[in-house]
């Protein structure tokens, strides 16, 4: 079993939808969660940073931790068809020297 | 965030040669530099983890002697793929890191083809 599980998708979605991404994970050591954008043949960018359990938005971005059910999420609201990448769940453990243990990324393809 | 540069974006070279990839955060000190390889449509795998002036750390699995790196300042890291084979082709990417979870950037990476 992987460390953390993502759906590879891909996920097709009209111009304007909410957009749910998921991740789980096994490893109760996990405190620092990121959801990091990659274009095609391009580095990871971090949209998300999260510290433990909780939410944090910024702009039409949602981050959720739930750490008891060692669940996150990213919601992207009025989706459009420029957030049409992969994104990766990623996260780590204080005591890993912070180390990024990621997801296998979901493609999202937002239609106009 | 941090700009990370990457040198050269694209590299295709004959197998049994040897490729030096340069990486560059250009405006923070990196501590910390981590690289690593992306196949298609598959995600990011930590090759190796090092510190400035130190011996790099590498993951299960990767060869230390054909992936040799240097991290000799805060500010360049070179990962070097000797004797290179096809099976070598991927995605390499360096993240450089000031020391914490949420200061790890990445580079644009460098896609190696190895014929």
């Known amino acids: 079993q992987k460390e953390v599980e993502q759906d590879p998708g891909p996920l097709s979605v009209p111009e304007g939808a909410i957009v749910s991404l998921n991740c789980t994970y096994s490893n109760s050591a996990f405190q620092y969660f990121m959801w990091y954008r990659q274009y095609s043949r391009k580095g990871p960018e971090l949209l998300m940073y999260t510290y433990s359990s909780g939410n944090k938005e910024d702009g039409r971005f949602t981050a959720q931790v739930d750490k008891s059910s060692k669940y996150i999420s990213l919601f992207i609201r009025d989706s459009q068809p420029s957030d049409s990448a992969t994104y990766l769940c990623?996260?780590?453990?204080?005591?890993?020297?912070?180390?990024?243990?990621f997801g296998s990324g979901t493609r999202l393809l937002v239609r106009p | 965030g941090a700009v990370v540069s990457q040198h050269p974006s694209w590299v295709i070279c004959k197998s049994g040669t040897s490729v030096k990839i340069e990486c560059r955060s250009l405006d923070f000190q990196a501590t910390t530099m981590f690289w690593y390889r992306q196949f298609p449509k598959q995600s990011l795998m930590l090759m190796a983890t090092s510190n400035e002036g130190s011996k790099a750390t590498y993951e299960q699995g990767v060869e230390k002697d054909k992936f040799l790196i240097n991290h000799a300042s805060l500010t360049l890291s070179t990962l070097t793929v000797t004797s290179a084979h096809p099976e070598d082709s991927s995605f390499y990417i360096c993240s450089p890191s000031g020391g914490a979870a949420d200061t790890q950037y990445f580079g644009p990476g460098t896609r190696l083809t190895v014929l």
């Open positions: 990623a996260m780590s453990a204080m005591d890993s020297s912070y180390k990024l243990i």
